[in-house]
């Protein structure tokens, strides 16, 4: 089990407490980063905590980022953040201590109290085992936030890093109020406006070998209405056919560079994300800010990946 009393010390050591999470962030970084905000403050109502980064993520069902005036003296704790470049925010650096809580490989071994472990499917369920640990009081809100990031990263439960444990993880949540079949209906339905979408950038796939891709520029967003974020939503239309075994989406964006969200049924592509400045799990990764040279590199080395 982890270090909790490491890190309630820490916790109970400091009058202001600032969140963090990745940039670009998915469910598991808004939702472990929000359920541990929702948990603190209540269990703490006479400290200040507060979360850090930016609101162009599209999730809904997540409350908008705080960004307040800085504290002479704070505790940042960064989640389901493997390296210091990703953190949304460089105002943690002026943190007199800092807790990391992640489950991706180690790439930057930075804070005090490193609460890291790889073999866990989210960032959500290391923070629901702490929570669990610390045996402090629970409520559905804060179960909920949790449940989402562990629904998101998991895709519902049906890829390789469920285990046993984030079934655990989650009972946990359930038996402390989350509504499992709501958070569902509000992560994973989809308007009419979100098909009518998919339906026009199918058309742009492409496929090489086992790799298939689509290329989403400026132009074709501005007429859908869309932005980069919301053409990299929309990676997963290329999932569940038979034929390809690796799938990625480029969306452009405003300053004329693209964004990628990589996708593999097997094949690791989060090598390749690193190799270009971008990270996140061995299945499903993303890649912030290349060059349209670079994003025709990557589609020939994920073309070759897809034969091996």
């Not at 930016?54 to 997540?62: C, P, R, V």
């Not at 908008?64 to 390296?83: G, H």
């Not at 470049?85 to 489950?103: F, V």
């Not at 559905?140 to 390789?160: H, V």
Request: glycine share 6%; hydrophobic share 40%; aromatic share 10%.
């Amino acid at each position: 089990m982890y270090n909790t009393q490491e890190f309630l010390n820490l916790v109970e050591a400091y009058d202001t407490i600032y969140v963090y999470r990745h940039t670009n962030p998915d469910g598991d970084a808004l939702g472990s980063q929000l359920g541990m905000t929702k948990w603190l403050r209540y269990n703490y109502p006479n400290k200040h905590v507060h979360t850090f980064g930016q609101d162009d993520h599209g999730f809904k069902i997540y409350d908008k980022m705080e960004n307040p005036e800085l504290a002479d003296v704070f505790l940042a704790i960064v989640i389901d953040t493997a390296n210091q470049d990703r953190i949304d925010s460089d105002t943690y650096l002026k943190a007199e201590k800092i807790i990391k809580i992640d489950h991706h490989l180690e790439v930057d071994q930075y804070g005090d109290l490193q609460i890291v472990d790889t073999t866990r499917g989210s960032a959500c369920e290391i923070v629901a085992d702490i929570f669990k640990a610390c045996d402090l009081k629970m409520n559905d809100e804060i179960a909920n936030t949790t449940l989402s990031g562990i629904l998101t990263d998991t895709i519902r439960f049906s890829i390789e890093n469920t285990s046993a444990q984030t079934l655990m993880s989650a009972a946990f949540l359930l038996e402390n109020g989350a509504n499992i079949s709501e958070l569902n209906a509000k992560i994973f339905n989809r308007s009419l406006t979100f098909f009518e979408v998919r339906r026009t950038l199918q058309n742009l796939v492409q496929w090489n070998n086992a790799f298939a891709y689509a290329i989403v520029d400026k132009k074709t967003q501005d007429s859908l209405g869309i932005t980069d974020r919301g053409a990299k939503d929309q990676v997963n239309m290329m999932s569940g056919i038979e034929e390809f075994a690796i799938w990625a989406i480029f969306a452009e964006k405003e300053d004329g560079r693209y964004t990628a969200s990589l996708r593999s049924r097997s094949a690791t592509v989060s090598d390749l994300a690193n190799e270009y400045r971008g990270g996140g799990h061995r299945l499903a990764c993303g890649i912030g800010d290349i060059s349209f040279e670079e994003v025709q590199e990557i589609i020939a080395k994920l073309a070759e990946i897809s034969q091996n």
